[in-house]
């Protein structure tokens, strides 16, 4: 039994098309971008800065690296929040859910209601509705 040949595949463009050198004034400000510095040294600069220059990010904590208040785990509305930056009840309200002190957490039911019951969309809350009416 033969074994079938495999084609050989030539793409038309690349034939067709010339080399590309690049102006010298392209290689000159690539070679300058190269000089600039990787985002490691901006980092390392900025971490040498002083405490009261934190990040405001981090919630008030001012031992939390500035790399890592941009995450927001340790941030005031961050997953893992520190003594003193849980403020849950200023957090839902500036989310628009207030919660009484036993009433269970539906966060779900509570945003699909409020969601429901927007005073936006009710024509009452637009600013010409007495002349309308």
């Known amino acids: 039994m033969a074994r079938a040949r495999k084609s050989e595949y030539v793409d038309a463009g690349r034939m067709e098309s010339e080399i590309y050198e690049p102006d010298a004034e ?3 400000e690539f070679i300058e ?3 600039l510095g990787s985002q490691r040294e901006f980092l390392e600069r900025g971490l040498l800065q002083p405490r009261e220059y934190a ?3 981090a ?3 001012m031992d939390m690296p500035p790399e890592e208040s941009a995450v927001g785990e340790e941030s005031a509305a961050g997953g893992n929040a ?3 930056q849980d403020e849950v009840e200023e957090i839902g ?3 628009g859910l207030t919660y009484e002190d036993n009433e269970p957490l ?6 699909g209601r409020r969601d429901k019951n927007r ?3 009710n024509p009452v809350s637009s600013e010409d509705y007495q002349d309308r009416a």
């Not at 539906?106 to 945003?111: A, H, T, V």
């Open 26 to 28: 392209i290689k000159d």
């Open 33 to 35: 971008a190269s000089r």
């Open 55 to 57: 990040s405001p990010t």
């Open 59 to 61: 919630g008030g904590d």
């Open 82 to 84: 520190l003594p003193d």
């Open 93 to 95: 309200r500036a989310m």
């Open 106 to 111: 539906d966060m779900e039911g509570k945003l």
């Open 119 to 121: 005073w936006e969309l």
